[in-house]
């Protein structure tokens, strides 16, 4: 059970920094996105 429960915690941990990552890409993409030109939205 010991075992079960540290992988666990690590399993929580990894999704934790790459979410972290994940948002911090995520927001440097869009503010680059808006730095490079407002007026050109595409849809």
């Known amino acids: ?3 079960e429960s540290n992988t666990l915690i690590y399993i929580i941990a990894a ?3 790459l ?3 994940v ?3 995520w927001l440097a ?3 680059n ?3 490079d ?3 050109s939205k595409k849809k």
Do not use: A, N, P, Q
Request: proline share 0%.
């Open 29 to 31: 993409y869009k503010l």
């Open 23 to 25: 948002g911090f890409i």
């Open 15 to 17: 999704v934790i920094v």
């Open 33 to 35: 996105k808006k730095k």
């Open 1 to 3: 059970m010991r075992g």
């Open 37 to 39: 030109g407002g007026t």
């Open 19 to 21: 979410h972290f990552i």
